[in-house]
């Protein structure tokens, strides 16, 4: 099997474990060279430009979530006005990382302590996946585990002081990509992209 060298660019850390994992579960040889992770979705806007012209060179993978944009294709669009090149794979999560771990509700469920019924069916229809995420982890049997993932009493954070590193760590050790996909679409989409992704060298 052939070496795929890859640059990634990804909102956070979360979004960092989420795709590695994923590129090692595809099984191509890919192999990451740089990660840019400079300020979430702003930052991946601002220089979306740059990385399509430089991946004339080397593939490049850009990881970004949905939010409140209609769809993919009119993200893309909007970022990218000119034409894409063939080894930039521009991936959106519908709407957020967070639908893609959610999608694996049985070992998540398990992670967070918490009943399966409390965790979505249809995580990719969520409008705010990030927030159905942490109102599952409020139930949780584990103080540890909601204090880690929760809000404080009183603070206007949408997630709590370890969120990233809770879930990054599931995401490392017990998320179940294949039965994710079976309730994801946004994720199944990806996943294929990078089992037939295969870069082209100029001469």
Request: a positive charge; hydrophobic letters at 40%.
């Amino acid at each position: 099997m052939s070496m795929i060298p890859v640059h990634l660019a990804v909102e956070d850390e979360l979004s960092e474990a989420v795709l590695r994992r994923m590129l090692h579960h595809s099984n191509r040889g890919y192999h990451v060279g740089t990660t840019y992770r400079r300020g979430g979705f702003g930052y991946l806007r601002r220089t979306v430009r740059g990385w399509n012209r430089a991946a004339v060179g080397i593939p490049f993978i850009i990881l970004t979530d949905l939010d409140q944009y209609a769809c993919p294709r009119a993200l893309i669009e909007e970022w990218l006005p000119e034409p894409q090149q063939s080894n930039l794979l521009f991936r959106v999560a519908v709407r957020e990382v967070e639908s893609w771990l959610l999608a694996d509700a049985e070992n998540l469920s398990k992670h967070l302590a918490v009943h399966r019924k409390w965790l979505p069916g249809r995580p990719d229809a969520l409008p705010d996946p990030k927030a159905a995420l942490v109102d599952a982890a409020r139930r949780s049997r584990s103080s540890g585990l909601r204090n880690r993932i929760v809000p404080r009493p009183g603070s206007t954070a949408k997630q709590g002081p370890d969120y990233n590193g809770c879930l990054v760590a599931f995401v490392l050790t017990t998320w179940d990509i294949e039965a994710a996909r079976a309730v994801s679409p946004s994720l199944a989409r990806t996943v294929k992209k990078l089992s037939e992704f295969t870069p082209t060298w100029q001469r």
